[in-house]
Nanobody
């Protein structure tokens, strides 16, 4: 079993930056792939970024060049650095962990999910 806790959300202005953290506990973190998803009000959950257990990274087109996913296996943590935030980035952001290194853009591949952290970007 894996427990995930997201922190770092908040209210910011357009153009600002935020760094989300995902703290993991439980089974061997370095064996897991980690993804970030987000869900805005009235919209479906969407893929944001992922990093495999081999540290290959994937980013949605909507965030490429602005967001960066990373991980620190020694700290059992993953991060999402978000720069140049825009109002369309407003959503609840979820950290998820997967036992596979493939299909990481699809939420169905993830077994473990955090409770989410709210990110609100004002204009």
């Amino acid at each position: 079993q894996v427990q995930l806790v997201e922190t770092g959300g908040g209210l910011v202005q357009a153009g600002d930056s935020l760094r989300l953290s995902c703290a993991a506990s439980g089974r061997n973190f370095r064996q897991l792939s980690v993804g970030w998803f987000r869900q805005a009000p009235g919209k479906e959950r969407e893929f944001v970024a992922a990093i495999s257990n081999m540290e290959r990274t994937y980013h949605a087109d909507s965030v490429k060049g602005r967001f960066t996913i990373s991980r620190d296996n020694a700290k059992n943590a993953a991060y999402l650095q978000m720069n140049s935030l825009i109002t369309a980035d407003t959503a609840v952001y979820y950290c998820a962990a997967s036992q596979t290194a493939y299909g990481l853009t699809f939420d169905i591949e993830y077994t473990y999910w955090g409770q989410g952290t709210q990110v609100t970007v004002s204009s």
